[in-house]
């Protein structure tokens, strides 16, 4: 078993395709979007989006007790760890009228979307593009054994790249892109679920804090 093993190892046809693989996924969706994939892969194993909404659940607790306290103004003053909802609450305060933020909680969840889709894309590409290429070498390989079929030493060889080629293919696109791609979909869709709900209860307590304002507004002008 060890040395069948052994035997399905070959460095330069496994870095081979990893190299052909890789060019296939930067000509397909740029060198930005494959930069990130690849830095995707440490928030693909510590990514806890269960964990992140509870604790903005939590911190939006916070901020509607400090926008009844203290006013709206003061809502970026409630401490998190977490990026977006330190930016959503700094945005909440600085924002005049709740459509403002409205806006940018919009625009700024349609980015984090894109930029989710771009990163998943990029390893479907490569799920995509390793059995086209695992087949490209089979034929390589089968070109080379018939080339060679007067010389039964080259065979071998010939039949191993065809084989080995499959076989990178497989297990790249079936064992590694496409699980990553699936659990990236997931994180992402896990992840703004909570980012939407945060954003509509900073809605609804910007909304609640203007409306005095407003009908203040409304009796001086009549």
Same mark, same amino acid.
């Given at each position: ?76 003053? !409630? ?8 930016? *959503? %609450? &700094?945005?909440?305060?600085? +924002? @005049? /009228? ?72 497989? !297990? ?8 990553? *791609? %699936? &659990?990236?979909?997931?994180? +992402? @869709? /896990? ?32």
């Amino acid at each position: 078993m060890i040395a069948t093993m052994s035997h399905l190892f070959d460095p330069v046809t496994l870095l081979v395709m990893l190299g052909g693989i890789l060019l296939v996924a930067l000509f397909q969706n740029g060198a930005s979007a494959l930069g990130r994939a690849m830095a995707a892969l440490r928030p693909l194993v510590s990514a806890d989006p269960a964990r992140d909404r509870d604790v903005a659940r939590a911190t939006m607790l916070k901020i509607d007790q400090v926008a009844q306290l203290r006013g709206l103004s003061c809502t970026d003053r !409630v401490k998190t760890a977490n990026p977006f909802l330190t930016d *959503a %609450a &700094r945005k909440l305060a600085n +924002s @005049e /009228r709740p459509d403002l933020f409205e806006l940018w909680a919009a625009q700024t969840l349609a980015d984090r979307a894109q930029r989710h889709a771009s990163v998943r894309n990029v390893w479907l590409s490569i799920a995509d593009a390793a059995p086209a290429l695992g087949m490209a070498g089979t034929i390589i390989g089968l070109v080379g054994m018939f080339a060679a079929m007067d010389d039964p030493a080259a065979l071998g060889p010939s039949m191993a790249l065809a084989l080995l080629t499959t076989f990178y293919g497989v !297990v790249i696109a079936n064992i590694v892109a496409a699980p990553i *791609a %699936a &659990r990236l979909a997931d994180l +992402s @869709e /896990r992840e703004l679920a909570w980012q939407h709900d945060v954003v509509a209860r900073m809605l609804t307590v910007a909304r609640r804090e203007n409306a005095p304002m407003r009908r203040a507004a409304i009796r001086e002008v009549a």
